[in-house]
């Protein structure tokens, strides 16, 4: 694994945009594994791992998590620029020589992925969408963003650790190993010497806006290429009737569904891994 970066753009000048690469260009198109709204592109580290030999991946730090730049005006904190700043990723994953990409999301990145696959001459091959669709319950949007609003400080990485099973824990059984991997990628160094998570919480802002429920059928609708749809079974943001529904218009999504887990798979179990895996090598 490699880290690198490229820089984005917006009215407010260049961003510095982080991503992690694996593997080596080959055959089979590149993966581009897009994150969820606070997390950052190392959760993709186990199932870039396992893919490493037969893809080439690219795992980005949205703008504002992660390793990425902080933007000066929170504002621009929005789809439109995620879907800029990934556009230029896909420039960058062409170059190594295949014109399609293949595309994992999770949620936030999900969203994102909907949004490029639907586009006129998009490249996106295949689609995998994990635990997001194109209607969100408002309900679930105001949950969430109550915890993206503040921006709380820990004494040390055990205090912050114990924060992370809590707001995660739809995530799923997921191992000691993977939660302090978890910790590793989901922390910054405050001045005053504690911790804090590895995002701008000025992220959360456009959450105060927020008065409906999201609603993209339209977008989905035009989506053409084949959809893996990856639910759990206890997921408050992708409802089970809008999973069945995904599956019976527009692209006709083939749906997984893991029990025991809320919002969303990690993508850290062997048998989620082994899902996007034989997806993508159709």
């Known amino acids: 694994m490699q880290e690198k970066y490229f820089l984005g753009h917006s009215a407010l000048g260049f961003h510095r945009v982080t991503y992690a690469e694996w593997g080596e260009a080959g055959a089979k198109p590149p993966v581009i594994c897009v994150h969820g709204l606070t997390r950052n592109g190392r959760d993709f580290d186990v199932l ?36 800029v700043d990934m556009a230029e990723l896909i420039a960058i994953a062409q170059a ?24 006129a001459n998009t490249p996106i ?10 209607f969100i319950p408002l309900a679930s949007l105001q949950r969430i963003g109550a915890y993206v609003s503040g921006d709380p400080e820990f004494a040390d990485l055990k205090a912050l650790e ?34 804090g998570l590895a995002h701008d919480p ?15 059928w339209a977008v989905y609708d035009r989506i053409r ?14 409802t089970a009737d809008v999973a069945q529904e995904m599956t019976q218009r527009g692209p006709r999504a083939k749906l997984i569904e893991f029990k025991d887990v809320g919002h969303a798979p990690a993508l850290m179990d062997k048998l989620q891994i082994a899902a996007v895996k034989d997806f993508l090598a159709r």
Request: hydrophobic share 45%; glycine share 10%.
């Open 125 to 134: 091959r295949r689609l995998v969408l994990n635990d997001v669709g194109p």
């Open 48 to 83: 870039a791992a396992a893919m490493q030999n037969e893809r080439k991946l690219f795992c980005p730090d949205i703008v504002g998590r992660g390793r990425s730049d902080w933007l000066a005006d929170p504002a621009f904190y929005n789809y439109g620029q995620y879907v």
């Open 96 to 119: 190594e020589g295949s014109a399609a990409i293949d595309w994992v999301g999770t949620s936030m990145g999900g969203l994102i992925g909907m949004l490029l696959a639907a586009d």
């Open 162 to 195: 114990a924060h992370l099973r809590t707001i995660y824990a739809p995530f799923g059984r997921l191992s000691d190993e993977n939660w302090r991997h978890l910790v590793e990628h989901s922390h910054r160094v405050l001045p005053n010497g504690k911790f």
């Open 225 to 238: 290429c084949p959809v893996l749809l990856l639910h759990g079974a206890k997921s408050d943001v992708l």
């Open 202 to 216: 000025a992220i959360g802002n456009a959450f105060a806006e927020v008065k409906g429920d999201v609603d993209l």
